[in-house]
């Protein structure tokens, strides 16, 4: 237990300690997407019925920027420790699959929800969002966060160089971050790419999200909890087994 403690600590310090790179530029990023397309789409645009663009807008962005840190903390980690070789440090104590595991994914899940806080701290600002299900809210951003922190720590084991997880960042994450409807509703898209979004699990953590701040999403809820905990499941145990054989991790 002490390991395990040590190491989620080493990597929540790992991010903090750099944080006006890690916590504020993504900050700035979504504030930006919000002032451009709010400026843009707001007159134009309206998906729930009473909802403003822009409220709609903060949500999305507010989910997209704890996925994408989640995935960014576990994956940069475990390159980093590869790349300069002092991953030895981190494999040699009595620390298990499991708790190697856990201390990795739960650290990207705290950095995802601080700047996930931190977006949504400064968005509202802009807009007046209602909390209709605050539940709902916590269990997609939690699992959300999980997800990405294990799909990290996949990237980061597979990954012997920093090209390589920034094709995987670029080819995979982000093209799935930002068609999961984020900036829109899948229902403004034509038929085809609304079915090709229902197989986009992103899609689903953002729905489930935003249906806790307004009670309205594009599917149900349920049907969102049921696809993001079976995304969970499946890379959980993937990830485990990765590191149970040590993959690209032991000689």
């Not at 663009?53 to 980690?77: E, R």
């Not at 590869?82 to 856990?102: C, D, E, H, M």
């Not at 509202?124 to 299900?133: E, H, K, M, Q």
């Not at 509703?185 to 090709?196: D, R």
Request: hydrophobic residues 55%; positive net charge; proline residues 4%.
């Amino acid at each position: 237990m002490d390991g395990f403690l040590t190491l989620f600590q080493k990597e929540v310090l790992r991010f903090w300690k750099v944080s006006f790179q890690t916590v504020a530029a993504p900050v700035l990023t979504s504030l930006l997407f919000l002032l451009i397309f709010s400026h843009v789409l707001e007159r134009h645009v309206q998906v729930y019925a009473g909802v403003s663009y822009t409220s709609f807008l903060v949500p999305g962005l507010v989910m997209m920027s704890v996925l994408q840190n989640a995935f960014a903390n576990s994956s940069s980690s475990l390159i980093q420790s590869k790349v300069t070789g002092n991953i030895i440090f981190v494999l040699l104590p009595p620390i298990s699959y499991r708790q190697f595991f856990a201390a990795y994914v739960l650290a990207a899940i705290v950095r995802g929800f601080v700047v996930g806080l931190g977006v949504l701290l400064v968005t509202l600002w802009f807009v007046d969002l209602s909390w209709r299900a605050p539940l709902w809210i916590l269990v997609f951003a939690v699992l959300g966060g999980a997800i990405m922190g294990a799909l990290g720590v996949i990237a980061g084991i597979w990954a012997e160089k920093f090209d390589q997880l920034a094709a995987f960042q670029n080819f995979i994450i982000m093209p799935l971050t930002f068609l999961s409807g984020v900036f829109y509703s899948i229902h403004s898209l034509p038929a085809f790419w609304q079915q090709v979004s229902h197989f986009n699990p992103i899609f689903y953590m953002i729905d489930g999200f935003r249906y806790g701040f307004f009670g309205a999403s594009d599917v149900s809820p349920w049907a969102s909890l049921g696809v993001v905990s079976g995304c969970f499941v499946v890379l959980t145990l993937f990830t485990l087994w990765l590191l149970r054989v040590g993959y690209k991790l032991r000689a």
